[in-house]
């Protein structure tokens, strides 16, 4: 059993943060889930730009589509479904056999809707058609609009990775909206067990400002708290997840066959070079979690990893960590949203980007 393969004994599941043609057609994706436990891909615009610009197996079919679709976001989704379909249909084992809990892929919704609830769940909807896989997840973000169309998804049997979350306060108002869209719908008389969603709580931004503003305080008290906001932040979300999912307040859908939202932790590779590279995946292992990867993190976890049962350690210290920072003026719900419109600009310009690259 290598370090990745324990990790999913744990409980934990490992999502690849990456797709392009090339993973699909020379096999690595199939030899990640085969022998590392990868159960999982998500994507992104930065990801989907990435893979246009650098792999060679896109230019035909490219060239073929300029010269019949003349809108660009149409040939995007036409250059990039195929590949969610496919990786999809390579994780299907994985999805059968963990009964619904595990092998998606996940596809987001153009980031120019994150304030716009009505449309995310109209496209939403469009996208899944299109794709039309069982163990599809589709990207929202967690914009007070994008919580909103959350709910409304859940309500219609969706199933949604929800993005974009950068503190603990966003990530509990997307579990209590997956619990009233759940309500609503097991109160329509619809089947809510086979509803999924996940929390993406972004891990890796929230040290970097942090830090920053850390380093501008400068005092030794200050300086010992770089980078350690973000996976205090990330152990007390997971008391969050416990005392909702496993608590009173997602009772009765348990009852009735509902599954809980798992935590994802997302942006889970450092940015600061000085940090250990396993930073926020070691500490953060767990049951009913997942840890978006991407292959740098993946293949650091695969080489030196040594997990173990952490997320529920540590967390009267976590506490007492989130505690100083706030006496030093430090806001973690103000910078979560800052992260958060930072988020969506930054998903829209790498989507304006990509669109140029089809146009």
């Given at each position: 059993?290598?370090?990745?393969?324990?990790?999913?004994?744990?409980?934990?599941?490992?999502?690849?943060?990456?797709?392009?043609?090339?993973?699909?057609?020379?096999?690595?994706?199939?030899?990640?889930?085969?022998?590392?436990?990868?159960?999982?891909?998500?994507s992104?615009p930065?990801?989907?730009?990435?893979?246009?610009?650098?792999?060679?197996?896109?230019?035909?079919?490219?060239?073929?589509?300029?010269r019949?679709?003349?809108?660009?976001?149409?040939?995007?989704?036409?250059?990039?479904?195929?590949?969610?379909?496919?990786a999809?249909?390579?994780?299907?084992?994985?999805?059968?056999?963990?009964?619904?809990?595990?092998?998606?892929?996940?596809?987001?919704?153009?980031?120019?809707?994150?304030?716009?609830?009505?449309?995310?769940?109209?496209?939403?909807?469009?996208?899944?058609?299109?794709?039309?896989?069982?163990?599809?997840?589709?990207?929202?973000?967690?914009?007070?609009e994008?919580?909103?169309?959350f709910?409304?998804?859940?309500?219609?049997?969706?199933n949604?990775n929800?993005?974009?979350?950068?503190?603990?306060?966003?990530?509990?108002?997307?579990?209590?909206?997956?619990?009233?869209?759940?309500?609503?719908?097991?109160?329509?008389g619809?089947?809510?067990?086979?509803?999924?969603?996940?929390?993406?709580?972004?891990?890796?931004?929230?040290?970097?400002?942090?830090?920053?503003?850390?380093?501008?305080?400068g005092?030794?008290?200050?300086?010992?708290?770089?980078?350690?906001?973000?996976?205090a932040?990330a152990?007390l979300?997971?008391?969050?997840y416990?005392?909702?999912?496993?608590?009173?307040?997602?009772?009765?859908?348990?009852?009735?066959?509902?599954?809980?939202?798992?935590?994802?932790?997302?942006?889970?590779?450092?940015?600061?070079?000085?940090?250990?590279?396993?930073?926020?995946?070691?500490?953060?292992?767990?049951?009913?979690?997942?840890?978006?990867?991407?292959?740098?993190?993946?293949?650091a976890?695969?080489?030196?990893?040594?997990?173990?049962?952490q997320?529920?350690?540590?967390?009267?210290?976590?506490?007492?960590?989130?505690?100083?920072?706030?006496?030093?003026?430090?806001?973690?719900?103000?910078v979560?949203?800052?992260?958060?419109?930072?988020?969506?600009?930054?998903f829209?310009?790498?989507?304006?980007?990509?669109?140029?690259?089809?146009?």
């Open positions: 059993m290598n370090a990745t393969q324990h990790v999913t004994s744990l409980g934990q599941s490992l999502w690849l943060d990456n797709l392009s043609r090339d993973l699909l057609r020379d096999g690595t994706l199939a030899k990640l889930i085969a022998e590392d436990g990868v159960s999982g891909v998500t992104n930065s990801i989907f730009q990435n893979a246009f610009a650098n792999s060679p197996h896109y230019a035909d079919d490219l060239a073929n589509l300029k019949r679709e003349p809108d660009a976001e149409r040939r995007y989704e036409a250059l990039a479904i195929p590949d969610i379909q496919a999809c249909d390579l994780l299907l084992p994985v999805f059968e056999a963990s009964g619904g809990n595990d092998g998606y892929v996940s596809l987001e919704v153009a980031p120019r809707w994150a304030y716009d609830a009505a449309r995310t769940v109209a496209e939403a909807q469009r996208l899944s058609g299109r794709v039309d896989r069982r163990n599809l997840l589709i990207k929202v973000p967690g914009t007070p994008g919580v909103s169309a709910e409304a998804l859940t309500t219609l049997g969706i949604v929800v993005t974009l979350l950068f503190s603990i306060a966003q990530t509990q108002a997307v579990f209590d909206a997956y619990i009233r869209g759940l309500a609503a719908r097991a109160g329509a619809a089947d809510v067990r086979r509803s999924k969603a996940v929390a993406s709580l972004f891990l890796s931004r929230v040290d970097t400002m942090i830090d920053a503003q850390l380093t501008a305080i005092t030794q008290e200050a300086l010992s708290l770089r980078g350690k906001a973000a996976v932040m152990k979300a997971y008391q969050a416990l005392q909702t999912f496993h608590g009173a307040p997602f009772a009765d859908l348990a009852r009735q066959g509902a599954t809980p939202q798992y935590l994802l932790w997302a942006s889970s590779g450092v940015k600061n070079p000085d940090y250990h590279d396993l930073l926020y995946v070691e500490p953060l292992v767990g049951p009913e979690t997942i840890n978006t990867l991407p292959d740098k993190t993946l293949a976890l695969r080489d030196h990893g040594k997990p173990a049962l997320v529920t350690e540590g967390v009267a210290e976590a506490e007492a960590q989130l505690a100083e920072l706030a006496r030093l003026g430090i806001d973690m719900d103000a979560g949203n800052t992260l958060q419109v930072d988020g969506v600009k930054s829209e310009d790498a989507y304006q980007k990509l669109l140029q690259q089809t146009g």
